[in-house]
């Protein structure tokens, strides 16, 4: 299937051609250099089809109480978490403030917030060279199966690359058949590796207790 696309770099503001390119398993066919920032796919509205504008683009600070909502549809689907809003909305905005170490792109339909892909940048000693952490992952579930968040996950993996990050890797939930066959269809392998973590004793004033904002 063709989609329109328009591109634009993500560094400059030089214009870049970027006519009618095929999608190839929900990836676009595209030059190293160039970043897709918006693209229009087709959404099967459950009144009729038409065509709606995808933009996808960094997260601010306006998106928050949207990226609070997408977690909390995120960690319905993961066993290991609970949501929280105000230790969400305390997480985004430390995020969103040092965006030299953490990148959040979101997925905007209609000019609605509707999914999201947090980066975070780590050193490997593997590599010998700065690698990523892919987290919060997510797309609004009944906007699920439409190819949008193989556009997002498309945009922040060109994004990582273009910082120079050797490698990207990520967390699933190993019973979430759905998301392991998302991500082997976007060229994503399993490791040996396994997870393990450990909590640290709370001390002072915790995320929970943050106030959110009016």
Same mark, same amino acid.
């Given at each position: 299937?063709? !989609?329109?696309?328009? #591109?634009?770099?993500? +560094?400059?503001?030089?214009?870049?051609?970027? =006519?009618?390119?095929?999608?190839?398993?929900?990836?676009?066919?595209?030059?190293? +250099?160039?970043?897709?920032?918006?693209?229009?796919?087709?959404?099967?509205?459950? =009144? $009729?089809?038409?065509?709606?504008?995808?933009?996808?683009? =960094? %997260?601010? /600070?306006? $998106?928050?109480? %949207?990226?609070?909502?997408?977690? %909390?549809?995120?960690?319905?689907?993961?066993?290991?978490?609970?949501?929280n809003p105000?230790?969400?909305? !305390?997480?985004?905005?430390?995020?969103?403030?040092a965006p @030299?170490?953490?990148?959040?792109?979101? *997925? @905007?339909?209609?000019?609605?917030?509707?999914?999201?892909?947090?980066?975070?940048?780590?050193?490997?000693?593997?590599?010998?060279? @700065?690698? *990523?952490?892919?987290?919060?992952?997510?797309?609004?579930?009944?906007?699920?199966?439409?190819?949008?968040? #193989?556009?997002?996950?498309?945009? *922040?993996?060109?994004? *990582?690359?273009?910082?120079? &990050?050797?490698?990207?890797?990520? &967390? %699933?939930?190993?019973?979430? +058949?759905?998301?392991?066959?998302? !991500?082997?269809?976007?060229?994503?392998?399993?490791?040996? &590796?396994?997870?393990?973590?450990?909590?640290?004793?709370?001390?002072? =004033?915790?995320? /929970?207790?943050?106030?959110?904002?009016?």
């Open positions: 299937m063709v !989609y329109p696309f328009r #591109c634009e770099p993500l +560094k400059d503001n030089r214009a870049v051609a970027c =006519k009618n390119q095929k999608l190839r398993s929900g990836r676009c066919v595209r030059g190293r +250099k160039t970043a897709h920032l918006a693209c229009f796919v087709h959404i099967l509205s459950a =009144k $009729d089809m038409k065509t709606i504008p995808l933009v996808i683009r =960094k %997260a601010r /600070s306006s $998106d928050l109480s %949207a990226l609070t909502e997408l977690l %909390a549809e995120l960690f319905e689907i993961e066993q290991d978490f609970v949501a105000r230790r969400q909305r !305390y997480g985004l905005k430390l995020i969103l403030s @030299e170490e953490w990148q959040v792109f979101v *997925a @905007e339909v209609g000019g609605r917030v509707v999914g999201m892909c947090s980066i975070h940048r780590l050193i490997s000693t593997a590599e010998g060279a @700065e690698s *990523a952490l892919i987290e919060d992952m997510v797309v609004q579930h009944d906007l699920r199966g439409r190819g949008i968040g #193989c556009k997002l996950l498309a945009i *922040a993996e060109e994004w *990582a690359f273009a910082q120079g &990050l050797r490698r990207m890797q990520l &967390l %699933a939930d190993r019973d979430n +058949k759905k998301a392991l066959a998302f !991500y082997r269809r976007n060229g994503w392998r399993r490791t040996r &590796l396994i997870c393990l973590r450990k909590t640290g004793p709370q001390r002072g =004033k915790q995320p /929970s207790d943050q106030p959110t904002d009016p």
